[in-house]
Each structure stands twice: as structure tokens, then as C-alpha cells.
Nanobody, 127 residues
Framework: QVQLVESGGGSVQPGGSLRLSCVASGTTYSTHCMGWFRQAPGKERETVATIYTQGTRGDAPWYGDSVKGRFTISQDKTKNTVFLQMESLEPEDTAMYYC?????????????????WGQGTHVTVSS
């Protein structure tokens, strides 16, 4: 089992920045891929970014088109933590943000391919 705890959400004005963190605990050695997802009220869950977390594979992180160039996913393996640095935030980025872990080989951009989910952290972008 893997437990995930997100933090770092909050309210920010358009153009501002936030850094989300996701700390993993439990059988983290089995995790191959981590992802950030978001869901706004009345909308489907959207994949924001994913990153391969095992070994030394040089796979580049994946980003959704709506956040490409503004968001950066990264990891600190020593702390079992994945980050989402969000820049140039827009009102359309307002959503609940979830961290997820995949404990099967490889990475994916589909939420149904992830096995463990955090409770989420809310981001509001408003003037």
C-alpha cells in the first residue's frame, strides 16, 4: 500500500505561482510513476503531469497541453516527494489537485492506470 499526502494549495491571483507537494509513504519501492491530476467543479478529471520514478530511465515528464510551459513536475527521491511547480496561474487552473501513484511497470497519462490517490489540495486562482 502507498499513502499519498498533498499540500501547498491555496488562493493566488492570476499570474501568481504555487508549489504543490506530494509525500508518499508505505511501499514506495513499488511505485513506477507519479502523476498530478486536477478536477474543477462540473468538469472531468484532467491529467496535469506525470513523471517516471524508478531507476535511471531518461523518460521526460509528460504535461497536459493546458499547462505545458507553465507547470513543472519534479521529484526528490530521498524524501519520496513529488512536486508540481505552477507558474503564470490562470483562473482556469482553479481545481482540486490530486497526486497519484502507479505501482505497475511504466508510466501513463490515464488516471485509470494509477493505483493510489491522495485526498487532494485545492487551488483557487482569482483576482
Amino acid at each position: 500500500q502507498v499513502q499519498l499526502v498533498e499540500s501547498g494549495g491555496g488562493s493566488v491571483q492570476p499570474g501568481g505561482s504555487l508549489r504543490l507537494s506530494c509525500v508518499a509513504s508505505g511501499t514506495t519501492y513499488s511505485t513506477h510513476c507519479m502523476g498530478w491530476f486536477r478536477q474543477a467543479p462540473g468538469k472531468e478529471r484532467e491529467t496535469v503531469a506525470t513523471i517516471y520514478t524508478q531507476g535511471t530511465r531518461g523518460d521526460a515528464p509528460w504535461y497536459g497541453d493546458s499547462v505545458k510551459g507553465r507547470f513543472t513536475i519534479s521529484q526528490d527521491k530521498t524524501k519520496n516527494t513529488v512536486f508540481l511547480q505552477m507558474e503564470s496561474l490562470e483562473p482556469e487552473d482553479t481545481a482540486m489537485y490530486y497526486c497519484a501513484a502507479r505501482n505497475r511497470y511504466g508510466c501513463s497519462t490515464l488516471d485509470e492506470h494509477f493505483d493510489y490517490w491522495g485526498q487532494g489540495t485545492h487551488v483557487t486562482v482569482s483576482s
